[in-house]
């Protein structure tokens, strides 16, 4: 079956707001095999809403109209689908004793333009709003229904889940399943996977394989339908495998996740602790493996030495290292991790020293980038990286290489004590 | 002139990405004069691209298409526009220098599909894309002028500022001058600072006068049309200073820019340095102070205490005011502050512990903040917060209150020595 969303209000259009219902409800859509095809905001305008109106029912079975269930003049949704379906709007005193208690409850007089509020489709369906005034309404015609929400993802949010998706169920009920499964890479680049690819991709639709480009990193979903969901896994399992086989190196979950997630989650397992060593990351190391709950588990604290005074006098790398060897060295990324291990006494400590950019440093390009990775006992590991772009894409993934190469340590089990 | 914004990608419509270029192009076409009348996403469907396509070229005059430039076999923007157009794409020599310039440069081998993407419109525009290999294209017929850009917002939004603002403003140069002045609030919510200037809102609409709730912070923007730019801006002057005069305590600067970045520029301005002890912040303060070109100049460095371990042996924060008062307490908000600035004597230390969820700590309420303020003499000044929402969202408010605190220090000029 075939859906479409439409949200409806001028700033959306105005770019004030921006649309997140149409990927919550294609997310939700998704989950109950139903497609989504389309997305479209239209402003207040009563005349753009119904072109939009018309065209939704020519082509979809299911129309989401999100937004304009207001009181006010500029309002439209609900009174522009009534004329172009043809279905009067009728009032609905249970609507109206629910408005009336809203306003009770709030020891306010209720204003006369919200009993706008209680007109409904005559023999529609009324979804109660537990978080404001404006209800929620289905009506169908020609094989087409509609499900008018209200715009305040606080009211459309808890109205869809309690009432609109058990509805759909009800109405819809698709006997197929649809299942979708994600693998997440790091160090390989899109166009590269899907290269490495290219055959499964183009011999298979069932499941249907796609690459999404994250901004550190990579997504392939493969998605397949089947009379159940066991079948549909059944089908997605064999090119899964061979997906792997050619990208495993890349992979660091078979879900969908950051890979700083998958890390914590590494070091919690392991009962491991890890401590860092930040110069041009200047932080967004210690941010990333600090933004899943429960990381004070594994995460023990870091320090930014973003000066060279505060390499030298507070991490206490050796002058001559910095004097001979430059702050943006490998010598340098190794007594990094070797001071702050001895400060902190932790499992692991990742260092990483660079050039942010924009400009050189020492003479150092733009982008190299050193990472150390310490474990309690051995020497230290450094890589060396050439990164490149913005300042901060430098400093995230040389955050997120650093996170990626404890995770592949972590992973081979490599870890000593 | 009328406007509409298509985005391209199956993600949008399996609501795995949401849609934030057609709000950022709205708000950059409002700037321009330009009106943006429909937001429409559609997938990787050659035949729903191609309706979606025809239904923009009967409406508008002026059409965005965003993403489905990529070198992959989904990507199906550009060959679709041609196909619909009966304009060839052709072989551009310089595209194809700057995408093996791009491979060299990250000592790879052009993947073969790669070169699709030096596919440009036979007497077309092109935009370099100086953060990705999918240039930026437009092309015009019969009164319609396409745009094509590449989907990841960090190639996207330099190429629309750098390139594509210009280029719409050479050819639909509307003869009006369209002058916008923003002025960039923390500490005072939205609604509270749309209250307070109701009357001037509800009064004016030369210049417009608009508040956009960012994720950390208000940014209120006034928008005036005149013959001449002076002229526009002699509109919007006396209403800037009267909104300045209601609200200018938690305005803290008159451009549109993050908080971090102002106080960077105030230290260095003032010649001062900042250093930072971090705990429930997780290294986001660092994150957001090393943001910022020139950083280095002003923030020496910090300590994220992330354990009360490392705090006691890496901070030296006393055994007795942890055990009395515990981590999150104003005096150990204190003590890290004051050994914090014994380990990096910067003329300022901001010291962050707290609670960032999303489980309680020690008794002590998720949300529960205390930031400290030490300057090189004087005592610590401890501020005391009780923050709501995510555990990212305490996160970044914690941080961003510890900058607006140093900025209204560095404002009022209070620093010592």
């Known amino acids: 079956m075939r859906a479409?969303?439409?949200t409806v209000g001028s700033e959306l259009l105005l770019g004030e707001t921006v649309d997140t219902h149409s990927a919550y409800l294609s997310r939700e859509c998704f989950s109950l095999g139903v497609e989504v095809?389309?997305?479209?905001s239209v402003g207040d305008d009563q005349a753009r809403l119904m072109?939009?109106?018309e065209q939704a029912h020519r082509r979809s079975q299911l129309?989401?109209?999100c937004g304009g269930l207001g009181p006010t003049l500029d309002d439209l949704t609900k009174e522009t689908l009534s004329d172009f379906l043809g279905i009067p709007l009728v009032r609905d005193p249970a609507v109206v004793t629910a408005l009336e208690e809203w306003f009770q409850g709030r020891s306010r007089n209720i204003p006369s333009n919200n009993y706008k509020q209680a007109h409904v489709f005559e023999d529609g369906v009324v979804f109660h709003n537990a978080h404001g005034t404006a209800p929620g309404l289905a009506v169908s015609k020609d094989g087409v229904t509609?499900?008018?929400l209200p715009g305040p993802p606080r009211?459309?949010?808890p109205m869809f889940e309690q009432q609109v998706r058990p509805y759909i169920l009800d109405t819809f009920a698709s006997g197929q399943a649809l299942v979708s499964e994600a693998l997440s890479f790091f160090g390989i680049g899109e166009s590269l996977l899907e290269e490495t690819c290219k055959d499964l991709i183009e011999a298979n639709d069932n499941p249907i394989i796609a690459t999404y480009a994250k901004e550190a990193g990579v997504t392939l979903r493969l998605t397949a339908r089947a009379a159940t969901e066991s079948a549909a896994r059944e089908l997605i399992a064999p090119i899964k495998t061979e997906v792997l086989k050619r990208t495993g190196d890349y992979c660091y979950s078979e879900r969908e996740e950051p890979l700083e997630e998958v890390v914590m989650r590494s070091l919690i397992q392991q009962g491991k602790t890890v401590a860092v060593a930040e110069s041009c990351t200047g932080g967004m190391l210690s941010h990333l493996l600090t933004s899943m709950k429960g990381s004070s588990q594994a995460f023990m604290?870091?320090?930014v030495s973003y000066s060279a005074f505060s390499k030298e006098q507070v991490v206490g790398v050796p002058e001559e290292i910095l004097e001979q060897h430059g702050t943006v060295s490998s010598h340098t990324a190794e007594a990094l991790a070797e001071r702050v291990r001895e400060q902190f006494a932790t499992d692991f400590v990742l260092s990483v020293t660079g050039v942010a950019g924009p400009d050189e440093v020492e003479g150092k390009p733009v982008g190299l980038v050193f990472i150390g990775l310490k474990e309690a006992s051995g020497p230290v590991r450094v890589y060396r990286l050439q990164l490149r772009g913005s300042r901060r894409r430098i400093q995230l993934q040389a955050a997120k290489q650093a996170c990626f190469i404890l995770q592949q340590c972590l992973k081979k089990?490599?870890?000593?004590r």
């Open 4 to 6: 479409e969303v439409i």
């Open 37 to 40: 095809v389309f997305h479209t």
């Open 51 to 53: 072109e939009v109106i």
């Open 63 to 65: 129309v989401f109209l």
């Open 146 to 148: 509609y499900v008018l």
């Open 155 to 157: 009211e459309l949010i």
């Open 301 to 303: 604290g870091g320090i």
């Open 413 to 416: 089990g490599e870890t000593t």
